[in-house]
């Protein structure tokens, strides 16, 4: 069975960090196209950012230079290291990757989709 847990959701102050952390069992990360969505009022998830199973990055323009995504392949972990948060910012975090290999993250995607693997999701709240 696939199991992705987050940690590392929390209310902070604008301009503090946070870093979500994301561990998969049953899979393995390191050949996967792994991402963070954000969840938009409704059901709709945002993505964040990506990190493709071939070493694509991409991060959305409102968090530029102040989110970075990476893994760790020996720990199974993808994380989400979030600097000078913004109200803006808040909102559900959910990690995810694909369930066929070579998949691929969309920019949205209906949260909770059958076509990925989905983390439980991480709340963020960023105070002004």
């Known amino acids: 069975e696939v199991q992705l847990v987050e940690s590392g959701g929390d209310s902070v102050q604008t301009g503090g960090s946070l870093t979500l952390s994301c561990t998969a069992s049953?899979?393995?990360?390191?050949?996967?196209?792994v991402g963070w969505y954000r969840q938009s009022p409704g059901d709709q998830c945002e993505l964040v950012s990506r990190d493709t199973y071939d070493a694509i990055t991409y991060t959305k323009d409102s968090v530029k230079g102040r989110f970075a995504i990476s893994r760790d392949s020996a720990k199974n972990t993808l994380y989400l290291q979030m600097n000078d948060l913004k109200p803006d910012d808040t909102g559900v975090y959910f990690c995810?990757?694909?369930?066929?290999?070579?998949?691929?993250?969309?920019?949205?995607?209906?949260?909770?989709?059958?076509?990925?693997?989905w983390g439980q999701g991480a709340q963020v709240s960023v105070s002004s």
């Open positions: 995810a990757t694909p369930r066929s290999r070579h998949g691929t993250l969309y920019i949205e995607a209906v949260c909770g989709n059958r076509f990925l693997y």
């Open positions: 049953g899979l393995s990360f390191s050949d996967s196209t």
